[in-house]
């Protein structure tokens, strides 16, 4: 393995920069986390995390107390500049939804000031193609005397939550240079943390790669939902055929949901979409379906709801998915919302992994929402749910947007 110890800064703090930051740490490299909020940079200070991820309290304590992680609302001169920032979309613009590369671009000037020659900037958020040209173009606007002498390239993170740690170390890494000395000196470095094989290409490619990673799952998961509509049309059990036809040997269909969550497949194949938007027909079509079909499970609701006076609803799970305290974009957090204020019932919300001060509603204990529900509707697959005992819920009318209540 190559070991080559660097000062290496990263800019955000998040899901991503954390464990990468500790990770780097703990292997010997130097470094600095930035992060803009105040309160986060404390609490890594004291080697604590502000983020629920898996092992990571232990990573960071460990990092922190070994003296080579270090946060900080500034950043300072370095070997290797990581950005780790998010890449949200702004509100619908014409009919795609567009990039917001805000905090992107607000890194790059934020790094500019304590970049030297020879230095290497790597963008490592999820990012539109022709991003990492982007950063570059702004440090050569800021830096004209580092003309040719900075080296950017583009190393998608490709970590599921829940298994960040283990996937930093295991997965293949894509790495995408800007020019061949970029992709050499990111190489390099990745080397001294990273297990699997580093795939090299150019930063463009790299960037579309990551893009259409995420695109794949979330047409497939698109193809699934469709398919519990259709079947919900049939009078079919959706998760009965899905089974019966992944048995075939060329056939694995995903699970059909409340819909798709997450800050990362609900967003980024819109990068593809807003960036060719006649052609991107099949994910712009994937990303719909997914984001209609909350309302579905709504109108579901409504219908069954119909049947009784004031009925109660109980609702299992808000988050973006099984086994995590992770609201954002979720879907079932949505429906949630939309049940609250729609006037059809009394809505009890259940979510064991959510605390309740984070939501602004109550949340009630599992055994009172079973006990008191009318309606039960599981909008996340948390284990807590899949153990359910069919006795107690049979007499119930059961909306199952996970098929885990059979
Ligand atoms: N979902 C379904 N049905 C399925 C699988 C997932 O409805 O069969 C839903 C989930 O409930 C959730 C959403 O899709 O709402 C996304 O969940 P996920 O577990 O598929 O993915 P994320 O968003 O947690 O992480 C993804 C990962 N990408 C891929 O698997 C291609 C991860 O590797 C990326 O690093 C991450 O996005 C990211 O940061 O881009």
């Known amino acids: 393995m190559a070991r080559e110890l660097q ?18 740490a703990t292997k010997g490299h130097t470094v600095l986390g930035v992060d803009i909020n105040e309160s986060a940079v404390n609490t890594i200070n004291s080697g604590h ?6 092992d990571l309290d232990l990573l960071v304590r460990s990092a922190v107390n070994s003296g080579n992680l270090r946060a900080s609302l500034t ?53 539109p193609v022709g991003t990492t040209e982007v950063v570059e173009n702004i440090i050569r606007s800021l830096r004209p005397d580092l003309e040719g002498r900075v080296h950017t390239a583009h190393c998608p993170e490709r970590v ?34 990273c297990n699997g094989a580093i795939l090299e290409t150019d930063s463009r490619t790299a960037e579309l790669s990551k893009l259409v990673e995420n695109s794949f799952r979330d047409v497939n998961i698109a193809f699934a939902n469709e398919l519990s509509v259709i079947c919900d049309r049939l009078g079919i059990n959706v998760w009965e055929t899905i089974a019966l036809a992944n048995r075939h040997p060329r056939v694995n ?29 099949l994910i712009r079509t994937a990303r719909e379906v997914n984001d209609a079909k909350p309302q579905w499970v709504i109108d579901k609701v409504r219908c069954k709801a119909a049947r009784f006076k004031d009925p109660v609803i109980g609702c299992l799970g808000i988050t973006f998915k099984s086994n995590i305290d992770d609201l954002r974009e979720s879907p079932s957090m949505d429906i949630v919302k939309t049940l ?7 809505v009890m919300v259940c979510d064991p ?54």
């Open 75 to 127: 950043p300072e001169e370095a070997d290797t500049f990581i950005l780790a920032v998010p890449t949200p979309f702004k509100s619908e613009e014409g009919n795609a939804k567009a990039p917001d590369l805000s905090h992107i671009e607000a890194a790059a000037h934020a790094i500019a000031p304590y970049l030297r020659a020879e230095n290497l900037v790597i963008l490592e958020s999820t990012s």
């Open 160 to 193: 599921l939550p829940g298994q960040i740690l283990r996937e930093l170390v295991d997965n293949d890494r894509i790495i995408g240079g800007t020019t061949k000395a970029a992709m050499i000196k990111a190489r390099t470095l990745y080397k001294t943390f």
């Open 253 to 281: 269909i995903l699970q059909p949901g409340p819909g798709v969550g997450g800050h990362c497949i609900a967003v980024d194949p819109w990068f593809i979409v807003s960036s060719a938007p006649e052609e991107a027909r």
């Open 353 to 406: 992994n959510v605390a309740s001060h984070k939501v602004p509603f109550p949340l009630h204990d599992l055994k009172e929402v079973l006990k008191k529900s009318d309606i039960l509707l599981l909008l996340v697959d948390h284990h807590e749910f899949t153990e359910i005992d069919s006795q107690i819920i049979k007499d119930k009318v059961v909306i199952d947007t996970k098929g885990v209540l059979r």
């Open 49 to 54: 995390i502000h983020i629920v991820e898996p």
């Open 7 to 24: 000062k290496i800064v990263v800019m955000g703090l998040g899901y991503i920069g954390l464990p990468t930051a500790s990770m780097l």
């Open 340 to 346: 609250l204020d729609a006037n059809i019932g009394t």
